[in-house]
């Protein structure tokens, strides 16, 4: 395998370590805008030097971000090259035009590091899902989110002194805003629900609520209760009726998500004759990321293709009924769903998943937590 790799941060430099030493796949050419000398690939700063390069079989994307890596990933597909990507954002918001595309030209498409970092999760999905149905998918799955609230609740370090120390430890995206906002949850979970569920979700019909508004206070509340507070991804399919969220979630001390330390992800799926089946690892990072990027190429090698069948467009229905924590805000709705007050944070009545999502999203300012489904 020859491979044109676009990107040389922190993963692109990972699937480059790990590829030196290997007989059975080499980088060729890096496009890197920086200038770096290696000693065994050519640097560039043009992808058409990978694109019209015929010897080169395989494009690994290590850019990040929708553009231009979109337009190289498509451009590279129809040039009858495999892709391998780490790039959720990318997949998860170009599945109906990349997946189709990949399948008519008969590549090689996979993904698996875009979900979990270096956990195999995608390429156990595609296992579990061709023997069974699968009932729910979800979890943990930001490396940055889980290490602010880990930091904020083991160590009593602050949000800003948490988030600093996650950048530098190379856990966040390039925009930190994508992790803390919950949206790389939201990008890893709905394409975890396309391929559990065969299905394309409508991605608007997917709500989302992150971690950035959470304050010390929130967190004493929830020690105090016995509670702990993670970054939730759920989805959901019951009688064909899908539903798929992410929120702040308060789970149970002693219950497994509650131990998830540092940057580590815990994701899992419930299959109709497995059960409950979890994968737990490094999330994030240069060496597990990378990591899963070469084992697709080995993939790609094997002839694997993507993970499951392209299926129609869904949209989420998210009926689910919770109880929410709810501070930083007070308004008349809130008032009248108040079920009790933890200091100066409410407790609602038990509300829809989806009512819940568009309070919040007219009080930007507000923090909430669901808490956890028994
Ligand atoms: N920023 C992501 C995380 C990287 O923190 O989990 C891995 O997808």
């Not at 016995?226 to 399919?237: E, P």
């Given at each position: 395998?020859?491979?044109?790799?676009?990107?040389?941060?922190?993963?692109?430099?990972?699937?480059?370590?790990?590829?030196?030493?290997?007989?059975?796949?080499?980088?060729?050419?890096?496009?890197?805008?920086?200038?770096?000398?290696?000693?065994?690939?050519?640097?560039?700063?043009?992808?058409?030097?990978?694109?019209?390069?015929?010897?080169?079989?395989?494009?690994?994307?290590?850019?990040?971000?929708?553009h231009?890596?979109?337009?190289?990933v498509?451009a590279?597909?129809?040039?009858?090259?495999?892709?391998?990507?780490?790039?959720?954002?990318?997949?998860a918001?170009?599945?109906?035009?990349?997946?189709p595309?990949?399948?008519e030209?008969?590549?090689?498409?996979r993904?698996?590091?875009?979900?979990?970092?270096?956990?195999?999760?995608?390429?156990?999905?595609?296992?579990?899902?061709?023997?069974?149905?699968?009932?729910?998918?979800g979890?943990?799955?930001?490396g940055?989110?889980?290490?602010?609230?880990?930091?904020?609740?083991?160590?009593?370090?602050?949000?800003?002194?948490?988030?600093?120390?996650?950048?530098?430890?190379?856990?966040?995206?390039?925009?930190?805003?994508?992790?803390?906002?919950?949206?790389?949850?939201?990008h890893?979970?709905?394409l975890?629900?396309?391929?559990?569920?065969?299905?394309?979700?409508?991605?608007d019909?997917?709500?989302?609520?992150?971690?950035?508004?959470?304050?010390?206070?929130?967190?004493?509340?929830?020690?105090a209760?016995?509670?702990?507070?993670?970054?939730?991804?759920?989805?959901?399919?019951?009688?064909?009726?899908?539903s798929?969220?992410?929120?702040?979630?308060?789970?149970?001390?002693?219950?497994?998500?509650s131990?998830?330390?540092?940057?580590?992800?815990?994701?899992?799926?419930?299959?109709?004759?497995?059960?409950?089946?979890?994968?737990?690892?490094?999330?994030?990072?240069?060496?597990p990321?990378?990591y899963?990027?070469?084992?697709?190429?080995?993939?790609?090698?094997?002839?694997?293709?993507?993970?499951?069948?392209?299926?129609?467009?869904?949209?989420?229905?998210?009926?689910?009924?919770?109880?929410?924590?709810?501070?930083?805000?007070?308004?008349?709705?809130?008032?009248?769903?108040?079920?009790e007050?933890?200091?100066?944070?409410?407790?609602?009545?038990?509300?829809?998943?989806?009512?819940?999502?568009?309070?919040?999203?007219?009080n930007?300012?507000?923090?909430i937590?669901?808490?956890?489904?028994?």
């Open positions: 395998m020859k491979i044109g790799l676009l990107g040389f941060g922190v993963v692109g430099r990972g699937v480059y370590d790990l590829t030196a030493t290997r007989d059975d796949m080499k980088v060729a050419k890096v496009v890197c805008l920086e200038d770096v000398t290696l000693p065994d690939a050519e640097v560039t700063k043009n992808f058409q030097d990978v694109l019209c390069d015929d010897t080169i079989d395989t494009v690994v994307e290590a850019m990040g971000g929708l231009p890596a979109y337009e190289f498509r590279a597909i129809e040039a009858g090259k495999h892709i391998v990507t780490s790039n959720k954002a990318l997949v918001s170009f599945y109906d035009e990349l997946i595309l990949a399948k030209k008969g590549v090689c498409f993904c698996t590091a875009a979900v979990g970092g270096g956990i195999g999760w995608l390429s156990e999905l595609e296992r579990a899902r061709r023997m069974q149905t699968i009932e729910k998918v979890g943990i799955m930001n940055t989110c889980n290490y602010i609230l880990d930091s904020m609740t083991r160590l009593g370090l602050t949000y800003a002194d948490a988030l600093s120390q996650a950048q530098a430890l190379g856990y966040a995206e390039a925009n930190p805003t994508t992790d803390v906002e919950g949206i790389d949850t939201w890893k979970v709905i975890s629900s396309n391929i559990a569920f065969g299905i394309s979700l409508d991605t019909t997917v709500p989302v609520a992150g971690i950035s508004k959470i304050k010390a206070s929130d967190v004493e509340n929830f020690t209760h016995g509670l702990v507070c993670k970054l939730i991804s759920t989805g959901k399919c019951q009688d064909g009726k899908v798929a969220y992410v929120q702040p979630t308060l789970v149970k001390q002693g219950e497994p998500e131990a998830v330390p540092a940057n580590y992800n815990l994701i899992t799926f419930v299959g109709a004759a497995s059960g409950r089946m979890s994968f737990y690892g490094q999330g994030a990072g240069r060496y990321t990378a899963n990027v070469v084992q697709d190429c080995a993939d790609v090698l094997a002839g694997k293709g993507f993970y499951s069948p392209y299926g129609e467009k869904v949209a989420a229905k998210n009926t689910d009924v919770l109880s929410y924590y709810v501070s930083g805000a007070a308004d008349s709705w809130l008032k009248d769903n108040t079920q007050t933890w200091g100066d944070a409410i407790i609602t009545k038990p509300v829809s998943v989806e009512e819940m999502h568009a309070w919040r999203k007219a930007p300012e507000a923090f937590a669901a808490f956890a489904e028994n």
